[in-house]
């Protein structure tokens, strides 16, 4: 899978969860992921983004990270 779009799912701090257990699985199903856009999930203050973060250091590959739409201020 190249590009994953869940953009205006409402995902919340759950999905962010989600999201960021499934990249960092030692399966590679999103190994080759270059585009992972998140817009409008309801992500609120710094926890979710903390989670993605730290989730996509190893994708080398991923050059578009959106996060637009969210509330990610304190």
């Known amino acids: 899978m190249r590009s994953l779009n ?3 799912n409402q995902l919340g701090l759950e999905g962010a ?3 960021a257990e499934a990249l960092t699985a030692s399966d590679d ?3 080759n992921l270059r585009e992972l856009i998140l817009d409008g999930n309801g992500f609120v203050g710094a926890e979710p983004m903390e989670l993605l973060t730290d ?3 190893g994708h080398d590959r991923l050059s578009r990270f959106s996060v637009s739409f969210n509330n990610l201020g304190p």
């Open 6 to 8: 869940l953009s205006w």
């Open 29 to 31: 199903a999103l190994h």
């Open 17 to 19: 969860e989600a999201i």
């Open 55 to 57: 989730a996509i250091k």
